[in-house]
Every structure is written in C-alpha cells, then in structure tokens.
C-alpha cells in the first residue's frame, strides 16, 4: 500500500468500518439511530476532520518555519449543502482560531497558509472519482 491509498472494510456489523494506511487504523460508524454503533466518525465528519487536521498542521508548519509564537490552532468546521434542480453545492465553514503572540498581519498570513493546505486544494479544484469492481 503506497501514501495514497486507503483500505476501507466493512464486515457483518452494520456500518462499522474499519480504515487502515499503514499502521494506522480509524473507525468510521454512523450513530445509533441510523442503524451504526456509533463507535467513530461518521463519513461527513471524516472529511471535515481531514480538511481541518491539514489546515492546523499547515498553518503549525509554516509559522515554526518562521519562528512566529504559535502556541495552538483550534478550527471549527461545519457544512451546508445547497440543492437547485441542475446541481448541489456544498458550503465548508472554517472558523480559525489562532493563539500566540502574533500580530494581525501574521494572522492574516497564517489564514492565507491555512487555505495552501493539500486537502483544502483537492476540494477546491474538480474531482473526478471512478469506482470499478475488481
């Protein structure tokens, strides 16, 4: 298994799903009243957790590359979805929190950095996603 890929299964349990990369291991679940166990994420929240983990260690990158005292970064996020007749849009809300002795053009840079993430791009350009059985 390389960096990019996931291994995603699921058994008998309803919606309990088990993500592997590499060594590490994530549970994904819906709650209870939706028939899961609710013994982790559901799938909206893991997509959200991985944009604002991305964002956080982007923004934690770049100011310890300029020494900047950034003591910690909290990001709020949230999500709407729009529906017309021809197409869905989905709104992302990042609300960014940043603690430290900086001033507000640091901020204000840090908030730019924050949207450079690699995640942050993925979803922000077109995605094209094929499944096929193998």
Known sequence: MNDNEILVTIGNTPYTTTIKHGNNTLIADEPEELGGQDEGFNPPA????????????????????????????????SYEILKSELQQTTYIKCHVSLK???????????????????????????????????
Request: a positive charge.
């Open 46 to 77: 893991l997509l959200l957790s991985s944009l604002g983990s991305c964002k956080a260690m982007t923004v934690k990158m770049y100011a310890d590359r300029k020494k900047w005292d950034l003591q910690e970064v909290n990001i709020k996020l």
């Open 100 to 134: 430290g002795n900086l001033d507000k053009d640091q901020k204000d840079r840090l908030l730019q950095i924050s949207e450079k993430c690699p995640i942050h791009k993925i979803l922000s350009n077109p995605i094209i996603i094929s499944s096929n059985l193998i």
